[in-house]
T-cell receptor, first 115, second 113 residues
Framework: KAGVTQTPRYLIKTRGQQVTLSCSPISGHRSVSWYQQTPGQGLQFLFEYFSETQRNKGNFPGRFSGRQFSNSRSEMNVSTLELGDSALYLCASSPLGRENTGELFFGEGSRLTVL | AQSVTQPDIHITVSEGASLELRCNYSYGATPYLFWYVQSPGQGLQLLLK??????LVQGIKGFEAEFKRSQSSFNLRKPSVHWSDAAEYFC???????????FGAGTTVTVRA
């Protein structure tokens, strides 16, 4: 069974641009979560989608958005990039239903550098 | 405030020695508890989890963790570390009334020969 796939793995953008990251969950998984990982702030929860609905959101500005498609694939978008958005963005999927018990399968992440 | 704390930022251990990583949480009710590991350049992998029941939990790669309600702790242990155990380890919780997995700051483990 293929794992969680994130694309692109690495990308470089400049301030003010926008970026879209993609995540394909493990087949059959309906929940997809996104996390931002930085040396200073650690792992911070961005949002979680289940059956195309955002059911939880972290404390990030509105520049960060996401969506989930009917095939469970998910995208996240960051608009008007700032230097502080440089981070590893991790996607994780879960096989479980409405209750999230924290058993997540992570992708290898998309490393975003903002210049 | 609700939080999960890993007091040790960095631990160095000799190959073959035992390892213990500390995790404390501060929540009104006992949350679901997890340990994840992140090898360099990789995503996170679940080592073990605790929902309820037996307070000693066995995980993958020879790791175990013990839940102690009185100390609000969930410490991770391995009797004999291997060089491949060098990684960053994260304690994480899901409050029982929430969907969000919250992580501690992580502990980096270095294994010396």
């Amino acid at each position: 069974k293929a794992g969680v796939t994130q694309t692109p793995r690495y990308l470089i953008k400049t301030r003010g641009q926008q970026v879209t990251l993609s995540c394909s969950p493990i087949s059959g998984h309906r929940s997809v979560s996104w996390y931002q990982q930085t040396p200073g702030q650690g792992l911070q929860f961005l949002f979680e989608y289940f059956s195309e609905t955002q059911r939880n959101k972290g404390n990030f500005p509105g520049r960060f958005s996401g969506r989930q498609f009917s095939n469970s694939r998910s995208e996240m978008n960051v608009s008007t990039l700032e230097l502080g958005d440089s981070a590893l963005y991790l996607c994780a999927s879960s096989p479980l239903g409405r209750e999230n018990t924290g058993e997540l399968f992570f992708g290898e992440g998309s490393r975003l550098t903002v210049l | 405030a609700q939080s999960v704390t890993q007091p040790d930022i960095h631990i160095t251990v000799s190959e073959g020695a035992s390892l213990e990583l500390r995790c404390n949480y501060s929540y009104g009710a006992t949350p679901y508890l997890f340990w994840y590991v992140q090898s360099p350049g990789q995503g996170l992998q679940l080592l073990l989890k605790y929902f309820s029941g037996d307070t000693l939990v066995q995980g993958i790669k020879g790791f175990e963790a013990e839940f102690k309600r009185s100390q609000s702790s969930f410490n991770l242990r391995k009797p004999s570390v291997h060089w491949s155990d060098a990684a960053e380890y994260f304690c994480a919780v899901v409050p029982t009334n929430d969907y969000k997995l919250s992580f501690g700051a992580g502990t980096t483990v270095t294994v010396r020969a």
